[in-house]
């Protein structure tokens, strides 16, 4: 059954401590895997696809890695605004589908 | 400026009683999907329909229903038959991609149903 699992479900962070968000995932077939974060109460913003491992993508703080069992989400010295829940999805070959991870809550303090 | 809209934002829904939320894009997307998120639990997949007159059940699709009339549009209803239809709805589209599948999808605003 393909299935995505993120850790850790919640993070508090200092303002500039870097850390990473993980997401675990097993399809038959990876198509794409998917970064988004989310604010209370809005719809998901996309952030990253990654289509194949040693993938890499960039953005401001943020930086999202690929391997063949699993997805880092890389945040380099977060701010307060980086606070939000990212979620993590994958699409299997195949399939129009995408399975969704619970999400981790990051917490960033000023 | 091309996106998703839903509406409403918030919507309060009697026993008994069917709902209809709305999903509206301008992004020229072929697929369109339906979730329900409530908390702690992952985004659940309840109708998404790839091409006008045509959809496919999701996950939890019992209680619920859709079309698909317009390429722009595929309006939610709960139904009564929802036995617990108190959530965050998201509305979401993609664009095919040309190797099969679809590239990332981008979301709406979001519902909150209540039932009172």
């Known amino acids: 059954e393909d299935q995505v699992t993120q850790s850790p479900e919640a993070l508090r962070l200092q303002e500039g401590e870097s850390s990473s968000l993980n997401c675990s995932y097993t399809v038959s077939g990876l198509r794409g895997l998917f970064w988004y974060r989310q604010d209370p109460g809005k719809g998901p913003e996309f952030l990253f696809t990654l289509y194949s491992a040693g993938e890499e993508k960039e953005k401001e703080r943020l930086k999202a890695t690929l391997t063949k069992k699993e997805s880092f989400l890389h945040i380099t010295a977060p701010k307060p605004e980086d606070s939000a829940t990212y979620l993590c999805a994958v699409q299997a070959s195949g399939t129009y589908k995408y399975i969704f991870g619970t999400g981790t809550r990051l917490k960033v303090l000023a | 400026d091309g996106g998703i809209t839903q509406s409403p934002k918030y919507l309060f829904r009697k026993e008994g009683q069917n709902v209809t939320l709305s999903c509206e894009q301008n992004?020229?997307?072929?697929?369109m999907y339906w979730y329900r998120q409530d908390p702690g639990q992952g985004l659940r997949l309840i109708y998404y329909s790839q091409i006008v007159n045509d959809f496919q059940k999701g996950d939890i699709a019992e209680g619920y229903s859709v079309s698909r009339e317009k390429k722009e549009s595929f309006p939610l209803t709960v139904t009564s038959a929802q036995k617990n239809p108190t959530a965050f709805y998201l509305c979401?589209?993609?664009?095919?991609w040309g190797r099969g599948g679809y590239n990332e999808q981008f979301f709406g605003p979001g519902t909150r149903l209540t039932v009172l």
């Open positions: 979401a589209s993609s664009m095919e």
């Open positions: 992004l020229n997307h072929d697929a």
